[in-house]
């Protein structure tokens, strides 16, 4: 799995490609914490990502609550349809903002 970082003043996107599992999702939740200083608004986007486990939506929970506790917004996008069953049966399409 691979995780691109764009940050812009304020906004930060985290490009994801491969499958975020119990391996790979360190990668993502440490490209989040060595970027976030700044910021108030997070995208990732998921277009690359064919799976994801339950440690892939820990570190979605992770940034939603970080986002909610400074009043900063988190967006996921370009889900792929197996990804967004994992969301919908996690209950995760209740809270996370998809687009």
Do not use: H, P, W
Not at 27 to 40: C, I, M, P, S, T
Request: charge should be negative; aromatic fraction near 8%; hydrophobic fraction near 45%.
């Amino acid at each position: 799995m691979t995780v691109t970082a764009e940050k812009d003043n304020s906004s930060l996107k985290l490009i994801v490609e491969g499958d975020l599992n119990t391996l790979s999702s360190t990668d993502l939740e440490k490209a989040y914490v060595a970027n976030k200083d700044g910021v108030n608004d997070v995208v990732i986007d998921m277009a690359g990502v064919t799976y994801i486990s339950s440690a892939g939506l820990r570190v979605m929970l992770y940034i939603d609550q970080e986002m909610l506790d400074i009043g900063g917004s988190f967006t996921v996008c370009n889900v792929n349809s197996d990804v967004m069953e994992v969301f919908r049966l996690s209950g995760f399409v209740q809270f996370l903002k998809i687009k």
